[in-house]
């Protein structure tokens, strides 16, 4: 019989976070099942930093983006006896499953957790998209949007001047962000870890782009594949037109969650919450084909991978 849940959220922030723990808490409370917070991820955990959300203590979030239970990076969780201290205090206040929210990292804490003996349920919850074992994490629809709403500004402007804007997304060593944009946005290159970059193909694609009479070009740019000031010198020497760079960063992150991030979110959620309700545990949520469902953490991580979309990125350089 759970009596009593704990969530926490970890890793990078993601939007759509406070919708899943709202999710949580008012499926919980509804079966009858006390909910205690955990304040910024595995560190609060460590510092037993718990207290008791109610109904009400998740009223209003729903729109909002970051996290209420605040996040933090926590390296030393990594030292299996900071586990155990972890593990002793989840006991200590009688928590009988925890709901992790959060990206990779936060799913491999959760494993050894779960390994451990203390059952665990991960929900994906990073902008990058980059997790295993789900079609879509939780914040990366908002960080779409986002993504969007700032390359079409730049598209008005880099048109009436004739420039080339190179613009930067976040996405660590995923392209998801930088790939659904540049379809999204009708970008003449995007540039993603999961495919060789060649600087014949960018300039074939912006001097076609300059024939035909284009007045500027987008070029979309996923972080960590290249240095995008050098590949703005050398386009600058090409095409001798002005080239303007824009790391776009953390306002990727912020904004009111999009439907599908807040719909999502409420969804995997309550079925975290009716996963330990059956006594499931070590398992990680995910949206595949349009279903909720859940795997093994271990088996995510170590024999899925989050798949690239071939056909999105053939549509992307097709469509320019
Ligand atoms: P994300 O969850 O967004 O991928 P991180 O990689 O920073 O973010 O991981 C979040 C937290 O998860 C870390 O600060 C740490 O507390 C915990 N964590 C990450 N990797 C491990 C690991 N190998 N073992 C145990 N805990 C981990």
């Given amino acids: ?71 933090a990076r926590f390296p030393a969780f990594k030292d299996e006896a900071v586990r155990k201290d972890a593990m002793s205090i989840l006991r200590k206040h009688e928590i009988d499953g925890l709901v992790v929210i959060g990206g990779e990292g936060s799913y491999k804490g959760a494993k050894l ?30 960080a779409l949007r986002n993504v969007i709403d700032d390359v079409d500004k730049l598209r008005d402007t880099a048109s009436s001047h004739k420039r ?64 995008i000031k050098e590949l703005a010198a050398d386009l600058e020497t090409h095409t001798g037109l002005e080239i303007r760079t824009t790391i776009l960063g953390h306002v990727q992150r912020g904004g009111s969650p999009t439907a599908f991030d807040r719909i999502v979110a409420s969804q995997m959620g309550s079925y975290a919450v009716d996963l330990i309700k059956r006594g499931v545990g070590g398992v990680c949520i995910g949206i595949q084909d349009n279903h909720i469902v859940h795997h093994e953490i271990a088996e995510s991580l170590c024999q899925m991978q989050h798949k690239f979309d071939v056909n999105l990125y053939n549509l992307s350089n097709l469509l320019i």
């Fill in 164 to 227: 080339i804007s190179l613009v930067e997304t976040m996405g660590r060593n995923c392209g998801d962000l930088a790939l659904y944009a540049s379809v999204a946005c009708g970008a003449e290159y995007v540039i993603v870890p999961e495919r060789q970059f060649s600087l014949e193909e960018l300039y074939k694609n912006i001097d076609d782009g300059l024939k035909q009479g284009k007045r500027h070009a987008i070029v979309l740019i996923c972080e960590n594949v290249l240095d």
């Fill in 1 to 71: 019989m759970i009596k009593k849940i704990g969530i926490l959220t970890s890793g990078g922030d993601a939007p759509g976070m406070n919708a899943a723990i709202r999710a949580i808490v008012r499926t919980a409370i509804n079966s009858g099942i006390q909910v205690l917070g955990i304040r910024d991820g595995y560190l609060g955990l460590h510092q037993e930093r718990i207290f008791e959300l109610k109904r009400d203590d998740v009223a209003d979030i729903l729109n909002r983006a970051g996290t209420i239970l605040g996040t």
């Fill in 113 to 142: 957790l779960s390994f451990e003996g203390f059952p665990c349920v991960c929900i994906p919850g990073t902008i990058d998209n980059d997790i295993p074992g789900t079609d879509y994490s939780i914040g990366f629809s908002t």
